[in-house]
Every structure is written in structure tokens, then in C-alpha cells.
T-cell receptor
């Protein structure tokens, strides 16, 4: 069974631009979560989607948004990029809501904002 | 508010030594879930174990063992006879019941030297 895939793996953008990251969960998984990882702030939860509905959102500004499609694939969008948005963005999928279920993580998308 | 503390920023051991990674958490909830994840140099987070707040049974799985003590709000992880392949960053995480954010600790970087 294929794992969680994220595209692109690496991305370089400039301040003020916007970016869309994509995540394809493991087949049969309906929950997708996004995380931001930076050296300064560590791993921080962004959102959780289940059956196309956002179930939970972390403490991030409105510039960060996401969505989930009927096939469970998910995208996250960051508008008006800032230097501080440079990070590794990780996507994780699980069979159901992530309270207790094991999450499987993708390799991440490394975003660099210049 | 929830918080996860991993006081050990970096640990270095020589191969075959035992090593314990500490995790202390804070929560006011009676129902919550605790997790350990491993992040090898490749970047993908790998799920290791989860525990719910009502299950204080400690577990041994191969070279890994976990010690969950609610009385001290600790969820420590021990690797017996460490190997070079165990070198990674280890994260402890806490989640309240359904619909709540995941909170990760800052991580402990473990280096196992040959």
C-alpha cells in the first residue's frame, strides 16, 4: 500500500506570493492533518480534515487555509508569504479522527521563502 | 492549557547502551492521549506508541519500553541496547479527546555512536 505522498517536496517562493501544497493520504484513510515544523517553534498543528470537513484548527493566522476533496486528498494554501513561513510542512493521514488513531506521515514539503 | 516538555534537548550514547527519553505533560483533562514519534534524518515522522489516560499499563516491545505514570504526568521512553539506526529526533505528543489539537514536545535528538 502506498504511503502518504506530498507534492512538491521542495519549493522556493518570495515574500508576498502564495503557495499551495498537496497531500495524498494512504488509500482508505479519511483523515488528513497538516503540521508546520520549524527549528524555532518545533512541530505545530495546523489543521485536521475528515470527510471534507475541517474538524480542528491550530493557532495560525487566516493566511493559512486548507481543504479536503471527496477522494480525501488535501491541499493547504498560504497566502501573502512571510519569511517566517519557511518551514517543513508535514501531512499525516489516519483511518479516522486522530484522537486515538495512528497517524502516518508523509515526507514533507520544504518551503523556503526569500 | 496543554503543554509537553522534553527537558533533554540532545543525548549522545554509545551503541548498546540503554537510553531513556523523558516526557512530562500538562493537561487539566481526565481523558487524553499520549504519543511518541520518531523522526529520522529522512524527515518522515514515524509513529511508535500511543496511550490513553486510562491505560497506565507499561509496555515492552522489542528493544523499546514505555513508562506512563499519571501521578507524575510522565510518559518516558526507553531504548535498550541502542543501535546506530536509533539516531533520530524523538517527539512526545499529547492530544485531548476528540476534536482537539495535537501538542508536540520540542523533541529530543538522540545520537547513537558506533
Amino acid at each position: 500500500k502506498a504511503g502518504v505522498t506530498q507534492t512538491p517536496r521542495y519549493l522556493i517562493k518570495t515574500r508576498g506570493q502564495q503557495v499551495t501544497l498537496s497531500c495524498s493520504p494512504i488509500s482508505g484513510h479519511r483523515s488528513v492533518s497538516w503540521y508546520q515544523q520549524t527549528p524555532g517553534q518545533g512541530l505545530q498543528f495546523l489543521f485536521e480534515y475528515f470527510s471534507e470537513t475541517q474538524r480542528n484548527k491550530g493557532n495560525f493566522p487566516g493566511r493559512f487555509s486548507g481543504r479536503q476533496f471527496s477522494n480525501s486528498r488535501s491541499e493547504m494554501n498560504v497566502s501573502t508569504l512571510e519569511l517566517g513561513d519557511s518551514a517543513l510542512y508535514l501531512c499525516a493521514s489516519s483511518v479516522a479522527e486522530i484522537s486515538y488513531n495512528e497517524q502516518f506521515f508523509g515526507p514533507g514539503t520544504r518551503l523556503t521563502v526569500l | 492549557a496543554q503543554k509537553v516538555t522534553q527537558a533533554q534537548t540532545e543525548i549522545s550514547v554509545v551503541e548498546k547502551e540503554d537510553v531513556t527519553l523523558d516526557c512530562v505533560y500538562e493537561t487539566r483533562d481526565t481523558t487524553y492521549y499520549l504519543f511518541w514519534y520518531k523522526q529520522p534524518p529522512s524527515g518522515e515522522l514515524v509513529f511508535l506508541i500511543r496511550r490513553n489516560s486510562f491505560d497506565e499499563q507499561n509496555e515492552i516491545s522489542g528493544r523499546y519500553s514505555w513508562n506512563f505514570q499519571k501521578s507524575t504526568s510522565s510518559f518516558n521512553f526507553t531504548i535498550t541496547a541502542s543501535q546506530v539506526v536509533d539516531s533520530a529526533v524523538y517527539f512526545c505528543a499529547l492530544r485531548k479527546n476528540y476534536g482537539q489539537n495535537f501538542v508536540f514536545g520540542p523533541g529530543t535528538r538522540l545520537s547513537v555512536l558506533p
